[in-house]
């Protein structure tokens, strides 16, 4: 069964970086792409960044281009999200998953499995 882990959310100040990990488990990996996505209240849950497990193609939001960076450690199973240049309306709970293929990789509902979420908070 997959299993998805997300840490490294927290409260920080307007423009100052976190580091989001997700630790995934239960499956080879190599077919699939892992997203990041977030959800801030009252509104839908939105597309963040992308990573093709194999190639490493990478698909950012017009968002999260030039402050976000999506990577993978093959060896720990692990995807990151380094985030900079944080600005309050990056204030979310931020979620990571993962679908076979690399179609649709900005769909929400085109993913099959779920982390349980990370609250970041960007105060101003």
């Known amino acids: 069964q997959v299993q998805l882990v997300e840490s490294g959310g927290g409260l920080v100040q307007a423009g100052g970086s976190l580091r989001l990990s997700c630790a995934a488990s239960g499956r080879t990996f190599s077919r699939y792409t892992l997203g990041w996505f977030r959800q801030a209240p009252g509104k839908e849950r939105e597309f963040v960044a992308a990573?093709?497990?194999?190639?490493?193609?990478?698909l950012y939001a017009d968002s999260a281009k030039g402050r976000f960076t999506i990577s993978r450690d093959n060896a720990k199973n692990t995807v990151y999200l380094q985030m900079n240049t944080l600005k309050p309306e990056d204030t979310a709970v931020y979620y990571c998953?993962?679908?076979?293929?690399?179609?649709?990789?900005?769909?929400?509902?085109?993913?099959?499995?779920w982390g349980q979420g990370t609250q970041v908070t960007v105060s101003s």
């Open positions: 990573v093709r497990w194999s190639s490493y193609s990478i």
């Open positions: 998953a993962v679908k076979e293929g690399a179609v649709d990789s900005s769909i929400a509902n085109r993913y099959d499995y």
